[in-house]
């Protein structure tokens, strides 16, 4: 029977044991229903071969094809991986628009005897929902953003911060990349679609009477883009601003990007490409700190150069209100214990001032 979407909560509830997406492995890759796995009944290749002869031989032909190549690939996922799902086992079938991958799954299922759902409208139902939250409403959320320049461990006080109990939105960890023109993680940055999955997806479980912490980022997280409605709510918040010395800032940098400075080459190739906004000479005399292997230098010539001048730039725009400045001394792990605990207070003053506000309307 259909199932109709109307947001994640409700889907959670819906006691549904496996959601089980049978699109191909790449449209999958690209997005999909949280929670689901992926159990194509046309491969990659299976599904542009079937597409091919469909717009240019028969769609007759393309339909025959595509039933074999289905019910082939219907019974090696079922023996793969569900002949060990009892019969009272109840999951939820999806392909691009609800329509023949699906539903072919989806009866192939039902004739075993398990009670199987299909998602009516398909992932495209999904996508609809992400968009509706992230590009057409307004985030129900006071956010506040922690800011600072360059160094000044705003993720990992973020995240300490979410480890001693505030509301927290990490957006790079969802991005895979640190934010800057060196930012990399591991591995390439997720595609558009399934990081504002994720986005959605962590908001889901944020409680919009408490404030929301985020760190103060660009429009982009690499080659991410930030959804409109969390990009103009996080303009439109007021800042925890953290603050240092340049000169702590590059220790920690060099400890932090430690993993790049030991690839030459790789941190090469990105410091060239800078040029262009730095100048010939400047990245020259970053290219010889990095040969000599002085990472701190490099790193506190990166930060004057090139860091905080960009951070000028942005922020001179940026009219919010500067709720505290907090300075973060020396970076250690005290210190930045210590800072998480400041922004936490900060948090949970925030949290009164809206009592009280609404206490005196009344």
């Not at 089980?20 to 491969?43: K, Q, T, Y």
């Not at 800011?147 to 957006?171: C, E, N, P, S, Y």
């Not at 990007?257 to 790789?266: E, I, R």
Request: net charge neutral; proline share 5%.
């Amino acid at each position: 029977m259909p199932y109709t979407l109307t947001d994640l909560a409700a889907l959670n509830r819906a006691g549904f044991d496996s959601i089980i997406d049978v699109r191909s492995p790449s449209e999958f890759a690209e997005d999909h229903v949280p929670g689901a796995v992926n159990m194509p009944v046309l491969s990659n290749d299976e599904r542009a071969r079937v597409g091919t002869i469909y717009t240019q031989d028969s769609p007759f032909k393309a339909r025959k094809i595509g039933a074999a190549l289905v019910a082939r690939n219907a019974a090696a996922a079922i023996e793969t991986h569900l002949m060990n799902r009892d019969g009272g086992w109840r999951p939820l079938v999806y392909c691009w628009r609800g329509g023949q991958r699906s539903g072919s799954f989806a009866s192939i299922l039902s004739q075993i005897g398990w009670r199987v759902d299909v998602l009516e409208g398909g992932y495209q139902s999904w996508r609809r929902h992400v968009v509706a939250q992230l590009y057409d409403a307004a985030l129900p959320f006071h956010i506040l953003r922690l800011d600072g320049f360059t160094g000044t461990a705003k993720t990992d006080i973020l995240r300490r911060a979410g480890a001693m109990g505030a509301q927290v939105l990490d957006l790079e960890g969802l991005a895979c990349h640190r934010g800057s023109i060196l930012g990399d993680i591991d591995g390439p940055q997720p595609a558009q679609k399934w990081f504002e999955t994720e986005i959605l997806t962590a908001l889901s479980g944020c409680d919009p009477s408490r404030p929301l912490l985020v760190e103060a980022e660009s429009a982009r997280i690499g080659a991410l883009r930030l959804p409109p409605a969390l990009w103009g709510a996080m303009k439109a918040s007021p800042r925890i601003v953290l603050q240092t010395t340049p000169e702590y800032r590059a220790r920690y940098l060099a400890a932090q990007y430690a993993d790049l400075a030991s690839n030459t080459v790789d941190l090469r190739a990105r410091l060239d490409g800078l040029r262009a906004l730095a100048g010939h000479g400047v990245v020259e005399a970053w290219l010889r700190m990095l040969t000599a292997g002085n990472h701190v230098e490099l790193a506190q010539a990166l930060i004057t150069e090139h860091y905080d001048p960009a951070y000028g730039r942005l922020r001179r725009a940026d009219q919010m209100p500067i709720r505290a400045r907090i300075d973060v001394g020396d970076l250690g792990d005290a210190a930045l214990t210590k800072a998480a605990g400041a922004v936490l207070d900060l948090i949970d003053a925030e949290t009164a001032e809206p009592r009280r506000a609404a206490r005196g309307s009344n």
